[in-house]
Each structure stands twice: as structure tokens, then as C-alpha cells.
């Protein structure tokens, strides 16, 4: 996002030379007299103008406006010397004589005709309060800027200059303004809005004089949102509201003793968060993760003190700087340094003097260190798992939540990896997951309203009734979940509100909460009309305009629309009763002088029997907002237009054309004026329910980060439970050790105690049971699964392309998953508490920096080793591949026996197969393998010849000591083999390298080449790979899906068949349609669907050839469960057989296609592995509701007497089709 910003605001580039000299001073002996006064800047804003125009103007339209300009000036306009044409502006009109040559300023900016004061100076009195700003002027229906900002304009907001003259002018129409300013702020400039001061309502009269201006708004990279005018946009009143999303923090390095301290201060929540004692590459890690504001604030101590050392790898902090601003120029810009005492206050005084705020603004202030929660996520592990984008990397929020998830649940996920929650935390969420999956009830669908939004909008007293609307919602989902007290719902809620509360800093009860959004709520529709329906379409008449004439009709409608459409349906009727009368009133009046004065003009037009061209007609001008009367020329209505008159326009000047009596003018004004006071009204009411609402903002935003982890970890859980993930086992307690964390139940609430803890040597192995990799999907039979417990470190070895990556990638997704409290590929899994996850694999080198691969890759692990503790997940990919064989080897050895002597837990993958006979100390290490197997005949054939080339060029059998070797394959002797993506106990020194050359599609010539080269290298003695099984024979053969099941691992699984549970009748469900007057109500269809269910499963059975299975279903039938429309289906009925009727909301049953947001639901469910008899129980029901005389829309499938195949792939689940419906 910043990209552009960070050129603006770095460094001084060196400038072209064309345009340093065009826009050099220009330098005069003698300068005449001129309007436009030259004004100079100081070297500072002339130096950042420069900068800009140097660095970022490069589109033809804008570079050919830098020759009028000069970066010195105040308005960047060059000052003309003497001798410069008079008529290098404006018009002939313009110019006036003169004893000496002057440059006269375009209509906008000079005297115009009538003699208004010129905007010059406007202009240069903003520029001279914001020197480094774009400065916006409202004039008319545009915005305009003029001098370098025009330039900037047209550069970055893609609009053409406006006029011919010299002066570079542009703008923007008004309507366009957000978009306007989002491109220059996207650009990383500031911009001033300057507003027309609102005048008292006018209409008829001649302006004389000036409108007054001011500064409306102003716009920065670290507060990008243009807030002004939000309570009278109309754009989202059909939709949704204009969501304003959290802006860019601002960030703050404070380099200490104990490691960095990292400060991100939020401007909208007016929240910093305090990172302490992270390393070096923590801090890399967050600068890489971008979405950050201009500056990057580093705090620079006295020379004394001890923690300059923590500045750099080289001597003095000035290094330190210069690199952090070269290599991540794109996400933080410049670098500002300070070096207060006091670096958390000196950081809040310069964002407060930054964002134009008071003094004793407060900021809330969140504390977080590495030692009560893990460290934030290493560059290279979030590299690796996808949260970083690198190319080919399976992004792992892809794979947790479905397609579709709305943007603030996919961030709140991604920071929630990104920043491993504490212990407390991830059992809160552990919790959720868990509640979810085994939950009966419908819940309610949280509206998604950024909580920055609510923030900025309450704050400014800039929210529109759309907001309001959207508020009230938001409250209704939230007291609806917290006044539920059956089952596990008190639990669930009590969870959520505790992950928002540890988010947010603050401490709410669940009885604060719901006291916050039940005032919100009373106060919200006492104000805000939630019952007027807009909608578009044909307009239907109100009922004062059914008796008038057709052509009367027309116009008092368009009329109406174009002046009470922006204020009615806005606010209560009750509200502004009186301002609502005033409106009624004008309008009957405006009706009855309308008709007065266009009758007798019809009458005689019929009386003439004239043709249609020649009829009077009744017009509405939108530019004038007035009705008038057009009568053609040689009408008959002429001579009957004797009391009418020629009207005024809205600027007091006559229109000829048209027509209107006095009384029609009076009536229209009165009009206008009692639409103008009610729409005052309206802002007025608005801006007090704003200001009301501000009392309870903590709950209310409290209410919108609920809402949003509520979401995101709903829509986690149906996509885990669709891809057969499960839910691992903490085991840990609330402060990071000990034995696994109970789950409190619903009586217990989620504030219940923890087990104590225990000490660290009991803590329990990271254990995964059958898991996959996160990107494949694990109901495909090809899928390989693995089993693994790690106490300690283990030595992965492995050909090329066997899976050594592939496993640590998952291993630590699942530890992270676990960590997090969310579901993760596996059967199951026992996850401890890890401080630190640590996934390195093989790195490029950074020019940047100066380092060669090998550098890198030697920091990283530095960065380990610092690093390190017991509690620790480490895993190693490929370390030493940069350097030779032998000193590769030899460091590898050495970090092996440091991770080893930490008793941390990890893997240690490696082709370095001299590891293996290297003398080291490694007690608390096992040795692991990737699994081969003999090829198959088809890819022995391919094999074969390249083997043969290289024992052929060798001379000799590759062997030792006498012991065959198992380095087969293209890169060993004996017979070829191939991988098998199987993790078993010993070491392999088989190597694929030439196979996996020949399936990247080497050329033939090359493959066959270097089998001859390798035969003639001298061979280190290939040892053959080792198994833990005490029968040696057996560790020489393929793990089949026999075997593996021996070590309580299956590489082949099907799909898990899921049980569902008894489901209980959520309390007063069926009287969800009691109010309506039909007999055919929900309650009726769910009455005749349990019961026709039940009579009709033992003719299934028979129809479906499956007695068992419909005995079986018969046992689990349920009670039947309403989703009402502003639901959503419980996520456990993900994966099972259900049917289910559904209600349109014009009264039919059943569907076509796909349901919508409006429906209701009901279903029953059947279990798992019966779609076939719910299809036959379907066509049950669908019979016995016809025979009952339930409107149908269609009864198609009622024809289906007997199901072929009755698979998992036949019935869907309500979540699955209320998912593809949308609702």
C-alpha cells in the first residue's frame, strides 16, 4: 500500500536533469508588478516539494505542466519575470490596460467580471498553515487545486488539467472527492479539504458577495479517512454503509538490553500496543508484514548507554538506521529518530502534534512480553506457512476458513497467527472451536462492522442512518446470543468475549456487555426509522396523488423524490413531527396552485382540440428544483396564460421559457425551505444519537471485534470439519506448562480455573496423529498420512523430493494451529506450550544487506540460538547447502549438538549425510527417515538407464564394507527406488537427485552425462538404512498400509464417518411464524416433516435396499430445528444427511435452484452415510406436504421412488446449502 508512499518520503533522490532546470527559479534583475506576489517557502518545504515532483511525476499530462512551476513559491506558481506576455492567461474579457506588461490569473483564481475577490489568496493562506499538503478547494460543484498540487493531481488521481492558461489548474467533481482523496493519500501525501460554509436557505437572489471557506478535513497517510460529509451520504442506503477500516499504525523501535521493544500505535482506536523483548528478527518480521504509516519512529539513547550495542551488527546505530530504511523502504518510508527519556510519552507527543490532536488526548496502552505468551511469528516461519506472500507457498489462511469469508474475518485470523495468543487465549478459542462443532442450535449472523469505523464515526458525529441501522443489528445478534442460558451457549459467549477483551485491553462482564448493547439499541430505534422500505422500481403513488390528473402526478412525484428522498425513511416521523407536518403541508399546497394554474390550460387545449404537440405540459428542472409549465408556441393554452408569469431561476434571473402563477412560486419556495429545515433536522437528530451513543463506545466496540472472531472462527470450524480436521488437546495450563488445561463446561464458564502447573520435564510430547499436509485434502485416498511424537530433536534424512519439507511445514502448522486453539490436519494431536516457532529452510542471499546465502542463513540460526529455551519448536531445513561440503557439515554438526543440548523439541531435516558418522553428542535426538520402496515397473524403466550409465562410467559396485547400499535409485546402485512420503525410525542415504532432474524434464543428453559423473566421484560408503525394527529384514522393506496401521498410523484413509449427536429443540422455536394468518405456516411443514419422517423411514428402507441403515436412521432421528431468516445453521450438521423444508417468503414450500436471505428453514437429521434414504425420505415428504396442500413451488423430486447409489455425494446439509444460497 505504501509503495508509492515511501518514494515521496524518502530519502533525496538524485533529480533529472531536464527537471531541475524546469523547475529552477527563474531569475530576474527586475521583476514588474505583478498580482501574484511571490511568497516564499523555507528551504525545508521547498527541499520535500522537489523530492516529490523528482520522484513521482512521471505521466506526460503532468510533466508538461513543471515548467510553470517553482518549488519556492508558497503555491509552487513560478513568479513571471519582466517582459512575460500579459495575455499568458485568461481571457481578452480579462485584461485590463496597464502602464506596464502584468500576467491577469484565469476566472477562477483572478478577478473575474463581476468582481469577486480572487482565490489566490485563499490559496496561499492554507498553503502558508499546511506547507506539505495538498490543499482541496470547494468551488461550485468541484473541488480545485492549483500551482504543484495540480501537478500531483493530475498525476496521481488520473483527472486532465482544467483550462488553457499557464497556471497549472485541476479538481475533481465533487462527488468524486473520497476517491480523490484516497489516490493522493495512497500516494503517501497529505491533503487539506477546505468547505464552503453553509449559508441560510436562498433561492431567487442575486449572490454579491464571497462564500466563505474553511478547512474541513484533514488527510493523512496515518489518518487516511476523510470522515466529512459521512452523515449525508446517500450511496449505501440501498446497500451497505461506507465501511472505514482500521488505518495504518504508526511504529516505534526501541532497542534495549533485554531485546527490542516494538510500539504500535493505532490512530483510529487511539490504542499502542507495547511488544517487549523481541529479537532482531521479530522486529524483521513485523517490518516485512507491511501496512504501516510513514514515519518509522526510532528511539536513539544517550551514546552511554548499554543498549546502543542492540542497535546494530556494526559499530554505530547510524548503520542500523540506513539499513533498516534501504531494505524496507517499501513498508515504513523514512526513518524519524528521537530520543526522549521517556520513549512511550515522546512517542504519543509526536503523534498527537503529527495528527493534529490536544495535548491530553488519551491512548490506551497494551502490554504484551515474550514471557506470559509466544513470540510473534518469525519472518521465515510466516515465509513459509504463506502469511508472508513468496512464490509457491500454500497460504494457510486459504485453507482455514472457506471462500468467500469476508475480509475483517480473514485479517482478524491472519494477526491471530501472525501474534500466537497467550495460553488463556488459545483455551478461549480452543473453546469456541470446540462448542461450535458440537453445537444443535441456530445462531444469529453477526453483521461485520470494522471496529475503527465505529470509532471514527460516533467520535466525529459523521454516521448516516445506514450505520445506525447496521449498529442496531449488530446489538440485536449480540443480545440474542447473550441472553441464551441453555447448554453450552452462556460458555460460548463468555469465551468470544473473552479473546475481544484480551484484543482490545480492556475488561467487560458479560452482563456490561449486554447492558451496553441493549441501551444502544433502545436509543437507536427511538431515533432511526427501521420500518420505511426504500426500494426502487416503479414509483407507487401516495395516496394525496391518486385523484390528481396523470401529467399533476408526474411532476409532484418527481418533485417529492429529488426533495424529500434525502432525508425520508432517515429518522422516525415521530421524531421531527412538527419539521414533517411543515413538508405535508407545503406539498398539498404546492399540489393545489399547480393544479390551479395548469387546469385552465388543459381545458382550453381540449376545448381546441389541438394535437399533442401543441398540449401544455408540466416540467420539473432539476438544476432549478422547481416545477413550471411549458406552453408551445400558437397553443390555445396562450390566450388562457394571462395571469401567468415568466419565473425567476434559483440565481434570480428570468426564464423566459417557461411559466408560473405567484401562488405556484410562493408554494415552491415554502417547499424547499420546509424540505431543507427537515433535512437539517435529520443531520441534527443524527448527530445527536452519535453523540448519545459515545457513552457506551467501549461495549459497542467491544460488540464489533466480538462479532468478527465470532465469525471468522465459525466459518473455521465448518471449513475443519468439511476437510476432516480435528481439534488438538492443549496440554498445558493457563500459564504455558504443566499438564493438559481442563475445558471448563457450561457450568463452569470460562473463567474456571486451570489445573496447577507442572513442572517442565513432565511436560507432555508434541504428538500428531495421521496428519497431512494442510494445502491436500485428506478424504482423496492418495493422501499420505503421518504419525509423529517428538520428546526431543530428530534427525530427518531422505532423498530429494521424499517429503522432508512437506513434514516440517506441517508439523509446524499443526503446533501453530494448536497453539492458536483452531483445528488442524490431523486425526488428533497433543500440542505443548511452545514460546517460539521456528521454521528455517534453505535461504536466498540479500543484496541489499550485503550477504551471500550462506550469511543469511548463518544469522537466521544466530537468531535461534538466541532464541532457544526447552519450551521451544525448532525446525531445521537443509542448513549448509551455501557453502562446501565438509564445513556445511561440520556447522551443521555443531548447531545439531547446541539444539540437542537445549532439550527443545524439533526436527533437523538434511541431505548432509556425513552428519550421520560425525562423533556427536546428541542425547536427546532420534533419528528419522523419509521412506523409500522398489519402483514399479513403469518407473523402472525409466530408471534402469540411468543407473547403468553411472555403474558403468564408475567401474565398480557402489558398496561398503560388503553391505549392499540403499542409496538406489538414479544416484545409487542396486535396484531403483522411489519415495514413499512415509516418515520411519533410521537413517537414509539414498539420494533421488538424477530422478527428480528427469521429472523436472532435464534434457536427456545432460541426465546421461551426469550418471557417467557420478560414478566417477569418489563415493563416501553409503551405509544402508537403518530401521528401529528389531527384524532387520523388515527394515529393508516398503511400510505398506498394513504395516503402518502397527504404529497407529494409516498412509490411506477414507472418509470418516461422523455421528451426529442428539440434537434438543432449541425453546420456542416453533412459534417463529405463529403471527401469520395462513395455515401453512413453518410450524405446520415442521409438524408434518417429524412425523412423515418417522412413519415413512421403514418404506424407505425397503425402496432404498438398505434395512439396516434405515433402522439405524430411524434410531437417530430428531427434533426437527428452525433457522429462521437472520440465522445461520448450526455448524454440526457439516457432513451429515439432513432433510429439510424451506419457506419463501411468498408463501411456497420447497425450492428452485438455491434458497436466498429471506427463507426460513427447518430439517431433521438423519446422521452420517444416509443421503441415500434422505433423498427417498425427501421424496416422503415432499408427496404427503403436496396431499396436505402446502403450496409448492415445485414437486419434482416427489417422482423419485427408488435412489441408485446412495453415497456421501447425494444430500447436502442445511450449512452447506444455506451456504451456497448466501444466506
Not at 419556495?669 to 431543507?676: E, I, L, M, N, V
Not at 510430547?765 to 526431543?792: C, H, I, K, M, Q
Request: one cysteine or more; charged letters at 20%.
Amino acid at each position: 500500500m505504501w509503495r508509492g508512499t515511501t518514494r515521496a518520503l524518502s530519502a533525496l533522490s538524485p533529480s533529472a536533469i531536464g527537471l531541475r532546470a524546469a523547475l529552477a527559479p527563474r531569475c530576474a534583475s527586475t521583476v514588474v508588478a505583478s498580482a501574484r506576489i511571490s511568497h516564499k517557502v523555507s528551504k525545508d518545504v521547498a527541499e520535500y516539494w522537489q523530492r516529490v515532483l523528482d520522484t513521482s511525476v512521471d505521466k506526460t499530462t503532468a510533466r508538461a505542466l513543471l515548467p510553470n512551476l517553482d518549488v519556492q513559491q508558497v503555491l509552487g506558481l513560478r513568479v513571471p519575470a519582466e517582459g512575460e506576455g500579459a495575455a499568458a492567461e485568461g481571457s481578452s474579457e480579462d485584461r485590463s490596460p496597464a502602464p506596464a506588461p502584468r500576467v491577469r490569473r484565469g476566472p477562477a483564481f483572478g478577478g473575474s467580471k463581476r468582481g469577486r475577490p480572487p482565490l489566490h489568496s485563499y490559496f496561499a493562506s492554507v498553503k502558508k498553515q499546511y506547507p506539505k499538503y495538498v490543499t482541496l478547494v470547494r468551488v461550485g460543484e468541484f473541488y480545485e487545486t492549483i500551482g504543484i498540487d495540480a501537478v500531483l493531481l493530475v498525476q496521481h488521481a488520473g483527472l486532465n488539467p482544467m483550462g488553457s492558461g499557464v497556471t497549472p489548474r485541476a479538481g475533481c467533481p465533487r462527488q468524486n472527492l473520497r476517491r480523490t482523496v484516497d489516490d493522493l493519500v495512497s500516494a503517501g501525501l497529505s491533503v487539506v479539504v477546505c468547505e464552503e460554509a453553509p449559508e441560510p436557505y436562498s433561492y431567487g437572489s442575486m449572490r454579491t458577495r464571497q462564500k466563505q471557506r474553511y478547512v474541513a478535513a484533514v488527510v493523512t497517510p496515518a489518518n487516511p479517512h476523510l470522515l466529512h460529509g459521512l452523515v449525508d451520504d446517500d450511496t449505501g442506503r440501498l446497500e451497505r454503509d461506507i465501511n472505514i477500516d482500521a488505518a495504518p499504525p504508526l511504529l516505534a523501535l526501541v532497542p534495549q538490553v533485554g531485546g527490542y521493544t516494538v510500539l504500535e500505535v493505532s490512530v483510529d482506536l487511539q490504542v499502542v500496543q507495547v511488544m517487549e523483548g523481541l529479537t532482531e528478527d521479530a522486529v524483521y518480521a513485523r517490518l516485512h508484514e507491511g501496512g504501516l504509516a510513514p514515519p518509522l519512529f526510532l528511539h536513539v539513547p544517550a551514546s552511554s548507554a548499554s543498549s546502543d550495542r542492540r542497535l546494530s551488527e556494526g559499530t554505530f546505530e547510524r548503520e542500523w538506521e540506513q539499513r533498516v530504511a534501504t531494505i524496507f523502504r517499501s513498508q515504513v518510508g523514512v526513518v524519524e529518530r528521537y530520543n526522549d527519556p521517556d520513549w512511550l510519552e515522546g512517542l504519543l507527543t509526536r503523534v498527537r502534534l503529527m495528527l493534529g490532536l490536544d495535548a491530553a488526548t488519551p491512548f490506551t496502552v497494551i502490554r504484551a512480553s515474550t514471557k506470559d505468551r509466544p513470540r510473534p511469528l518469525y519472518y521465515s516461519t510466516a515465509l513459509n506457512l504463506g502469511l508472508h506472500k513468496a512464490r509457491g507457498q500454500p497460504c494457510l489462511v486459504d485453507y482455514l476458513l472457506p471462500d468467500g469469508t469476508p475480509l475483517p474475518a480473514r485479517r482478524w485470523m491472519r494477526r491471530l497467527l501472525l501474534l500466537p495468543p497467550p495460553a488463556t487465549t488459545a483455551a478461549a478459542v480452543h473453546r469456541v472451536c470446540r462448542i461450535l462443532a458440537d453445537l444443535r442450535e441456530s445462531l444469529p449472523v453477526f453483521p461485520l462492522v470494522p471496529a475503527a469505523s465505529v470509532v471514527l464515526k460516533l467520535r466525529n458525529r459523521e454516521a448516516n442512518d445506514t450505520f445506525f441501522r447496521e449498529i442496531g443489528e449488530l446489538c440485536q445478534a449480540l443480545l440474542d446470543l447473550l441472553s441464551r442460558t441453555n447448554g453450552e451457549i452462556p460458555v460460548l459467549a463468555s469465551s468470544l468475549l473473552e479473546v475481544s477483551c484480551r484484543e482490545m485491553g480492556v475488561a467487560l462482564t458479560r452482563e456490561q456487555l449486554q447492558q451496553g448493547c441493549a441501551t444502544a439499541l433502545q436509543a437507536i430505534h427511538e431515533v432511526v426509522d427501521h420500518d420505511t422500505q426504500l426500494v426502487g422500481g416503479d414509483p407507487e403513488w401516495p395516496p394525496e396523488l391518486e385523484d390528481c390528473c396523470e401529467d399533476v402526478r408526474e411532476g409532484l412525484w418527481r418533485l417529492k423524490q429529488a426533495n424529500e428522498g434525502p432525508f425520508r425513511g432517515k429518522v422516525r416521523d415521530e421524531v421531527m413531527a412538527e419539521d414533517c407536518e411543515a413538508v405535508a403541508m407545503a406539498a398539498d399546497r404546492v399540489r393545489r396552485e399547480l393544479e390551479l394554474a395548469f387546469e385552465p390550460l388543459l381545458l382550453a387545449h381540449t376545448r381546441a382540440g389541438e394535437p399533442a404537440k401543441l398540449k401544455p405540459s408540466i416540467i420539473y428542472d432539476s438544476a432549478n428544483n422547481a416545477l413550471w409549465l411549458r406552453i408551445p408556441k400558437n397553443a390555445a393554452a396562450q390566450q388562457a396564460a394571462g395571469d401567468l408569469i415568466h419565473p425567476h431561476d434559483r440565481n434570480g434571473r428570468l426564464e423566459s421559457s417557461a411559466y408560473a402563477s405567484h401562488g405556484l412560486q410562493s408554494a415552491l419556495d415554502d417547499y424547499r425551505r420546509a424540505c431543507y429545515d427537515s433535512a437539517a433536522a435529520v443531520r441534527r437528530h443524527l448527530r445527536e444519537l452519535a453523540s448519545q451513543l459515545q457513552a457506551v463506545n467501549t461495549e459497542l466496540v467491544c460488540a464489533a471485534t466480538m462479532a468478527v472472531s465470532a465469525a471468522a472462527l465459525d466459518a473455521h470450524t465448518r471449513e475443519a470439519l468439511r476437510r476432516g480436521w480435528h481439534l488438538p488437546t492443549l496440554a498445558y495450563t493457563s500459564d504455558g506448562s504443566g499438564a493438559p488445561a481442563a475445558l471448563p463446561t457450561a457450568q463452569e464458564g470460562s473463567q474456571a480455573a486451570l489445573p496447577a502447573a507442572q513442572d517442565a520435564s513432565q511436560q507432555q510430547p508434541f504428538e500428531v496423529v495421521d496428519f497431512w499436509p494442510y494445502w491436500l485434502d485428506g478424504w482423496e485416498t492418495a493422501t499420505v498420512r503421518n504419525t509423529l511424537s517428538l520428546e526431543g530433536m530428530a534427525l530427518l534424512t531422505g532423498p530429494n523430493m521424499a517429503g522432508k519439507s512437506t513434514v516440517l511445514r506441517s508439523m509446524c502448522a499443526a503446533a501453530l494451529l494448536g497453539a492458536c486453539g483452531l483445528y488442524a490436519p490431523a486425526a488428533s494431536a497433543t500440542v505443548p506450550y511452545f514460546d517460539a516457532f521456528m521454521l528455517r529452510t534453505f535461504a536466498s542471499d540479500s543484496p541489499l544487506e550485503g550477504r551471500s546465502s550462506f550469511a543469511v542463513e548463518m544469522t537466521e540460526m544466530r537468531y535461534v540460538l538466541e532464541d532457544l529455551s526447552p519450551s521451544s519448536l525448532v525446525l531445521v531445513d537443509e542448513l549448509g547447502k551455501g557453502t562446501e561440503v565438509r564445513a556445511g557439515s561440520a556447522l551443521a554438526g555443531a548447531l545439531m549438538e547446541e539444539l540437542d543440548a537445549a532439550r527443545c523439541r524439533g526436527i533437523f531435516a538434511t541431505h548432509l549425510h556425513s552428519l550421520v558418522d560425525m562423533n556427536l553428542n546428541l542425547t536427546n535426538t532420534e533419528f528419522l527417515m523419509m521412506e523409500t520402496a522398489p519402483a514399479e515397473e513403469e518407473d523402472e524403466e525409466v530408471l534402469r538407464p540411468l543407473l547403468m550409465a553411472g555403474l558403468e562410467e564408475g567401474g565398480r559396485q557402489r558398496s561398503g564394507a560388503g553391505r549392499a547400499s540403499s542409496g538406489g535409485g538414479a544416484s545409487g546402485q542396486g535396484a531403483p527406488r522411489k519415495p514413499t512420503w512415509r516418515i520411519v525410525p533410521g537413517i537414509s542415504t539414498v539420494s533421488l537427485a538424477l530422478d527428480v532432474a528427469r521429472r523436472c524434464r532435464l534434457p536427456r543428453r545432460t541426465l546421461d552425462r551426469a550418471g557417467q559423473l557420478y560414478g566417477q566421484l569418489d563415493p563416501m560408503v553409503a551405509r544402508p538404512e537403518v530401521s528401529a525394527s528389531p527384524a532387520g529384514a523388515e527394515a529393508q522393506q516398503p511400510v505398506d498400509a498394513a504395516a503402518a496401521g502397527a504404529g497407529g498410523s494409516s498412509p490411506l484413509r477414507g472418509r470418516a464417518a461422523r455421528m451426529a449427536k442428539p440434537r434438543a429443540s432449541r425453546s420456542g422455536a416453533g412459534n417463529g411464524s405463529s403471527a401469520d394468518s395462513s395455515p401453512w405456516t413453518l410450524a405446520a411443514a415442521a409438524s408434518t416433516l417429524q412425523q412423515v419422517a418417522q412413519e415413512s423411514l421403514a418404506k424407505c428402507t425397503a425402496e432404498a435396499s438398505s434395512e439396516g441403515a434405515g433402522q439405524e436412521a430411524a434410531q437417530q432421528l430428531q427434533v426437527a430445528q428452525y433457522v429462521l431468516r437472520g440465522q445461520a445453521p448450526a455448524p454440526s450438521t457439516v457432513g451429515t444427511s439432513c432433510v429439510y423444508v424451506l419457506r419463501r417468503p411468498d408463501g411456497f414450500f420447497y425450492r428452485t435452484g438455491h434458497g436466498g436471505p429471506n427463507m426460513d428453514l427447518v430439517y431433521c437429521v438423519l446422521g452420517p452415510g444416509a443421503a441415500g434414504l434422505a433423498k427417498a425420505v425427501e421424496s416422503c415428504v415432499i408427496r404427503e406436504l403436496q396431499r396436505r396442500g402446502f403450496p409448492m413451488r415445485s414437486a419434482t423430486d416427489a417422482r423419485r421412488r427408488h435412489v441408485a447409489g446412495a453415497g456421501s455425494g447425494g444430500s447436502r446439509s442445511p450449512a452447506e446449502s444455506a451456504a451456497a444460497a448466501g444466506s
